[in-house]
């Protein structure tokens, strides 16, 4: 059974399916609460032949069957190389490893325009089933710039039933000539007790916690506690930041600790407003008595953020951002 059951899609997908007007559709909204998942949701449903348009997937048909093996004819699923693998495994799709050979380029974090021509080719012909041909693509913001003005015409003119779904985290991020393309579907937060239902069926403990620390975003939630974060450790990192503790960001990717970093900058800076933390508990900061050395911090990690998939050495790097967090908090809080 394909994994893209997420209980709170069930609105959105059955609002999706019933006002649909477009052979278009852009999913978006905020990262980890399951664009990907609605996405393929709608492929399937449109590709099912045992329910009434508009109606969701069956699951149980001959084609929902194809599709939940990853081997449906009418279906392409459009993903940067870096993503396919971790994608399709989420999805509970097959997927292939891609192996990274010394010298050779890493796994592009780019849908080029090679794979939308290829796409293409799926795009012009007939549909195998009869049903309808569906295209989806994750994130859609991936798209470099040839490979979007590749795309616009088939997406302007499909042939046949060829229908498209594109996810996007930040869709301010595309092409004008792509949105204007698309019927916008928007994805928002999930509510509160349903991502800790749901974070509790999957047996997170201190959900609360890290749906708190990630914005609401239940899918990262669970992330962040299968990668070995726990709330206490959440919670711990920023006295042990403020005490210059490299080890609190030892074992966190580069991308991840520059994420959690701008985190706890964020809610020092509302706090120097006296304001509320947005992603830790009140206790776990200390109270900021100027702005200003937050401020220039929060722009030092703006920075850093640019080169955070490619530093040049990161156990120096993680030494230095925890160097520069611990003189930006002692200036703010003296």
Do not use: Y
């Not at 809610?267 to 206790?283: K, M, N």
Request: hydrophobic residues 45%; positive net charge; glycine residues 6%.
């Amino acid at each position: 059974m394909l994994n893209a059951d997420l209980p709170w899609l069930q609105a959105p997908l059955a609002e999706a399916l019933a006002r649909a007007r477009s052979h278009a559709l852009l999913v978006q909204g905020p990262a980890g609460v399951g664009q990907l998942e609605l996405a393929v949701k709608l492929a399937q449903s449109w590709l099912c032949e045992a329910t009434a348009p508009g109606e969701p997937a069956c699951n149980h048909c001959a084609s929902c069957k194809l599709f939940a093996s990853g081997t449906h004819p009418d279906f392409q699923l459009l993903l940067p190389e870096a993503l396919d693998a971790p994608m399709r495994e989420s999805l509970g799709l097959p997927f292939e490893e891609i192996e990274v050979k010394a010298g050779k380029a890493k796994p592009s974090r780019e849908i080029k325009v090679e794979a939308v021509r290829g796409l293409l080719s799926f795009a012009q012909a007939t549909s195998a089933r009869g049903r309808a041909k569906v295209v989806v693509i994750f994130p859609a913001e991936a798209l470099n710039g040839v490979a979007a003005n590749a795309l616009l015409k088939t997406l302007e003119e499909p042939s046949g039933v060829l229908r498209f779904v594109l996810a996007s985290f930040d869709p301010a991020s595309l092409l004008p000539t792509i949105r204007s393309r698309c019927q916008p579907l928007p994805l928002p937060l999930p509510e509160r007790d349903a991502a800790l239902a749901w974070l509790a069926s999957k047996g997170v403990e201190g959900a609360e916690g890290l749906l708190a620390a990630t914005g609401g975003r239940p899918q990262q939630a669970l992330d962040w506690a299968r990668g070995g974060l726990s709330d206490a450790a959440w919670q711990a990192l920023p006295k042990r930041v403020a005490r210059g503790e490299v080890q609190a960001l030892s074992e966190l990717a580069p991308p991840r600790a520059i994420d959690a970093l701008q985190r706890l900058c964020h809610d020092l800076v509302r706090r120097s407003h006296g304001q509320r933390g947005q992603f830790f508990a009140p206790a776990s900061l200390p109270t900021p008595k100027r702005a200003g050395p937050l401020l220039a911090w929060e722009a030092e990690l703006r920075r850093a953020s640019r080169h955070a998939d490619h530093p040049l050495n990161a156990s120096l790097w993680i030494e230095s951002l925890v160097a520069q967090a611990q003189a930006a908090i002692v200036a703010a809080v003296r």
